[in-house]
């Protein structure tokens, strides 16, 4: 074939293709066909502006819609595609639109709720571990408006504006952890130094800039910022401290073998860790100039950071492991007395059941993946562990229910809790309310039973309901099953349905009534899992508590 008859075959090829192409969405179909696939896709575009910018549904969710309709539109079906399959495709996307705006604000308000307790759980973390109460209080301001914009929210833009700052403070508080380290860090160096006879005023006051900064920082960016330019800092102390350096690689294996012993008594796999130590301390030996000693301080320090996560999972684990035995312990050796049957039940059993407690933890435990999983892992059996030293303490304590408790006591210092908070002895069957530590309200209650236990731990008031009826989860003819139930006064305590609400029907409250005695109209026991009080006081109760007021189960 000569060069000028290939030019025009391959001419031809392309005007054949191009007819092809623009043949898909007109040869196979009639003008009218055409003209309604227009008006579906107009439709269409409308629909999803409303979604935008009425609704607020976040891009994420309509994306797949949005990216289905521009194949239409560009005929993606294929050579028998025209325009009757893409009016019927149109209206398909138009009804899949329709059912994500009827759907997105339920799913959107779970995820908002799911992420607000989220929030709440790193703020009840950080309060234990004694952060500044200053940066606490902003953060719970941020939870408690949270909440509200929560209660107030209609619309799936609403919600997703909630979730997302959530998540946001969320994360701001898990940063945090790291910056204070850091902050500890920089500050053994300094005392190294000080203890070394060498001046390091600068340091000093570059410290003190440095808290200030921790304490102002209330976003994830500002803690990781705040990391590097500690981490600056110590790189440039050590360069202008030539003579301490020697000190503070000393100071620096001591943390390391430190933490190396501690992981060994976790039970962790320190192999690997093992031989980076003696690396290092080889390295350490031989080291003559301040280019070595600056290459294993950055050396230890990154071997340092890569010890964090195995360290938090290390003492999870044990927390774990303590809660265990003292679990089985205290259900072994401390057992109470029923005075209606005569029956001895474990007095841990709350912790022992397969939903709360215990299992709870190792679930959460075994769920763990992350550094802030294994965070929540440990401090949940923290809590716990704690809670149930409380109780075995207060078994012995013959104090009057209506007088503190040095058990509350106890656990009010731990949680750092300082304002406002309810505090349940689930063996003393009795609630009390403090205010900065002093005792100002007090009750008997009645909590869950046996089979259906209240959650042990430390809570926070979740909302707050009057007037509502509580159904019940479980099918008629179920043990558990009870009639729809008109409850006056009630507040969330935990997740799942669990309350703090007046029980009009009971009899008795106070203790031993969680355990089998005769009230029919109560099931002749303790609640389903909630804490019940006379009708009168509730109404007090309802009045006293705040929501995300801590409520300590113990």
């Known amino acids: 074939m000569t060069r000028q008859g290939w030019r025009l075959r391959m001419a031809l090829t392309a005007v054949i293709g191009m007819s092809v192409v623009s043949m898909l969405l007109t040869a196979c179909g009639p003008a009218q066909g055409q003209a309604q696939a227009d008006q579906n896709k107009a439709k269409l575009d409308r629909e999803l502006a409303r979604a935008k910018d009425n609704l607020g549904i976040p891009d994420s969710m309509l994306q797949p819609i949005e990216t289905q309709e521009g194949k239409i539109a560009s005929g993606e079906g294929g050579w028998n595609y025209n325009y009757q399959d893409a009016a019927a495709n149109y209206t398909l996307l138009y009804t899949q639109l329709v059912g994500v705006e009827q759907t997105?604000?339920?799913t959107l308000k779970r995820q908002a709720t799911d992420d607000i307790q989220a929030f709440s759980s790193a703020l009840t973390n950080r309060r234990a571990q004694g952060f500044a109460p200053a940066i606490i209080e902003v953060y719970q301001n941020r939870l408690n408006q949270a909440s509200s914009d929560l209660d107030s929210a209609q619309k799936p833009g609403d919600f997703a504006r909630v979730d997302d700052f959530a998540r946001q403070q969320t994360e701001a508080l898990n940063a945090m952890g790291p910056a204070y380290d850091k902050l500890q860090e920089f500050n053994k160096i300094i005392l190294v130094i000080t203890n070394a006879g060498y001046t390091s005023l600068l340091a000093q006051n570059l410290y003190q800039s440095d808290v200030a900064s921790f304490t102002a920082a209330l976003s994830s960016s500002s803690y990781d910022a705040l990391v590097e330019v500690i981490d600056g800092q110590i790189t440039q102390l050590e360069a202008d401290q030539t003579e301490a350096?020697?000190?503070?690689?000393?100071?620096?294996l001591d943390q390391f073998h430190e933490k190396l012993t501690l992981l060994k008594s976790y039970g962790e796999n320190t192999s690997g860790f093992q031989t980076q130590y003696d690396q290092d301390v080889a390295q350490f030996k031989s080291a003559s100039t301040l280019a070595d000693y600056l290459a294993l301080s950055q050396t230890i320090n990154k071997q340092l950071e890569g010890m964090t996560l195995p360290l938090i999972r290390g003492a999870a684990r044990q927390e774990l492991q303590q809660l265990a035995s003292l679990v089985t312990y205290v259900n072994t050796h401390d057992k109470m007395l029923d005075p209606a049957n005569g029956v001895y039940y474990p007095d841990a059993y709350e912790y022992s059941n397969p939903w709360w407690g215990l299992s709870d933890a190792q679930q959460v435990f075994n769920s763990s993946r992350s550094l802030s999983d294994y965070q929540h892992a440990y401090f949940y059996a923290f809590v716990l562990l704690t809670n149930l030293r409380a109780l075995q303490?207060?078994?012995?304590?013959?104090?009057p229910h209506y007088l503190p408790h040095a058990a509350d006591l106890t656990l009010l210092s731990a949680y750092h809790i300082t304002g406002k908070a309810v505090v349940v002895s689930l063996r003393e069957q009795t609630a009390r309310f403090y205010q900065n530590g002093k005792l100002v309200y007090w009750s008997y209650v009645t909590t869950g039973n046996i089979t259906t236990p209240s959650v042990p731990g430390l809570n926070y008031a979740m909302y707050k309901l009057t007037h509502t009826v509580f159904i019940s989860p479980d099918p008629p003819g179920s043990p558990d099953w009870y009639a729809p139930t008109p409850i006056n006064f009630a507040i969330a305590y935990a997740p799942?349905?669990?309350?703090?609400?007046?029980?009009w029907w009971r009899a008795e409250?106070?203790?031993?009534t969680n355990l089998p005695h005769w009230d029919p109209a109560a099931f002749n026991g303790g609640s389903h899992g909630c804490v019940n009080f006379p009708l009168g006081n509730m109404s007090t109760v309802y009045s006293l508590v705040d929501v995300?007021?801590?409520i300590i189960l113990y």
Not at 245 to 252: A, C, D, E, N, R
């Open 496 to 503: 799942g349905g669990y309350f703090l609400h007046d029980a």
């Open 548 to 550: 995300n007021e801590p």
């Open 393 to 399: 303490d207060n078994l012995s304590d013959k104090t």
């Open 104 to 106: 997105s604000a339920q």
């Open 509 to 512: 409250f106070g203790p031993y």
């Open 245 to 252: 350096l020697p000190y503070i690689g000393s100071t620096l």
